[in-house]
T-cell receptor, first 112, second 114 residues
Framework: GESVGLHLPTLSVQEGDNSIINCAYS??????FIWYKQESGKGPQFIID?????DKRQGQRVTVLLNKTVKHLSLQIAATQPGDSAVYFC???????????FGTGTQLKVEL | GAGVSQSPSNKVTEKGKDVELRCDPISGHTALYWYRQRLGQGLEFLIYFQGNSAPDKSGLPSDRFSAERTGESVSTLTIQRTQQEDSAVYLC????????????FGDGTRLSIL
């Protein structure tokens, strides 16, 4: 079946560096993608989203890139801070439906 | 309320008991979603509501799982005859209406089956 997966289960970066978290998806019919941040003991928190008719979207310190040719999604965090330490999930929505399919997550660790 | 509220935050129960998990969505949000998150894994969709109706129950793992919603507000997820494999965090999310994104999540109920 369709799946969303992440290349790296754990990413360690130095404070102030840029972070890139990658995600591969397999369903070419997916029309919407979203990144969530989840801190320990908390629910997922919305970071940024992108529709399939776009290839880049920027927020505050975050950028999402979508490459539909290779079915790849990435989240870039500029000037990573200790507060960015969390698990990051990508998710996709297929065909305008109502449920999201989540990847397994990447643990981002920010080293001082 | 300001955000999605779930209760209890933690629940420990013995195998074979029934449990009820509650979700209060953001005020005015007509769509409500339940997900399950096993330790170290992503979220698995269980069921969603538009108003008080559940058009998609495809993620419910067995007939021991059921959910209802009343008054287009509070929802209850019930697990009957709990098994150890039911141990997980159960997350609820809401959105203004079905299909709207993003979904806003509560902090979940951590369920442990002894």
């Amino acid at each position: 079946g369709e799946s969303v997966g992440l290349h790296l289960p754990t990413l360690s970066v130095q404070e102030g560096d840029n972070s890139i978290i990658n995600c591969a998806y397999s369903n070419s019919a997916s029309d919407y993608f979203i990144w969530y941040k989840q801190e320990s003991g908390k629910g997922p928190q919305f970071i940024i989203d992108i529709r399939s008719n776009m290839d880049k979207r920027q927020g505050q310190r975050v950028t999402v890139l979508l490459n539909k040719t290779v079915k790849h999604l990435s989240l870039q965090i500029a000037a990573t801070q200790p507060g960015d330490s969390a698990v990051y999930f990508c998710a996709e929505r297929t065909g305008g439906g109502n449920k999201l399919t989540f990847g397994t997550g990447t643990q981002l660790k920010v080293e001082l | 309320g300001a955000g999605v509220s779930q209760s209890p935050s933690n629940k420990v129960t013995e195998k074979g008991k029934d449990v009820e998990l509650r979700c209060d969505p953001i005020s005015g949000h007509t769509a409500l979603y339940w997900y399950r998150q096993r330790l170290g894994q992503g979220l698995e969709f269980l069921i969603y509501f538009q108003g008080n109706s559940a058009p998609d129950k495809s993620g419910l793992p067995s007939d021991r799982f059921s959910a209802e919603r009343t008054g287009e507000s509070v929802s209850t997820l019930t697990i009957q005859r709990t098994q150890q494999e039911d141990s997980a965090v159960y997350l609820c999310a809401s959105s203004r209406k079905a299909g709207d994104q993003p979904q806003h999540f509560g902090d979940g109920t951590r369920l442990s089956i002894l």
